[in-house]
Nanobody, 124 residues
């Protein structure tokens, strides 16, 4: 059983940066691969980034590769998403998700737990 709480969203200008945080409850955080997804109004949930449970493997959507970085601190039960060079098309509600597996997945249906989301808005 894991509860996830995202924070760090906000309103930024194009080209700016934000760092999202996802704090997890419990003592078994290190057993879960973690992912970030986003969803804009009227759009399907979109994969953003994933990290293995030990932090050794990461993967990114092509649209954010080179701009976003996912990381985790298992001591703090927290996963992060550093977002640089933000674009208006990055505007969405960003969700943190946990999967009971060594590796994450690009498919949102394969995740077990979700946070409530944090809004990121990028102005032109």
């Amino acid at each position: 059983q894991v509860q996830l709480v995202e924070s760090g969203g906000g309103l930024v200008q194009a080209g700016g940066s934000l760092r999202l945080s996802c704090a997890a409850s419990g003592r078994t955080f290190s057993r879960y691969a973690m992912g970030w997804f986003r969803q804009a109004p009227g759009e399907e949930r979109e994969f953003v980034a994933v990290i293995s449970r030990d932090g050794g493997t990461t993967d990114y959507a092509d649209s954010v590769k080179g701009r976003f970085t996912i990381s985790r601190d298992n001591t703090k039960n927290t996963v992060y998403l550093q977002m640089n060079s933000l674009k208006p098309e990055d505007t969405a509600l960003y969700y943190c998700a946990a999967r009971s597996s060594l590796l994450g997945s690009v498919t949102y249906l394969e995740y077990d737990y979700w946070g409530q989301g944090t809004q990121v808005t990028v102005s032109a």
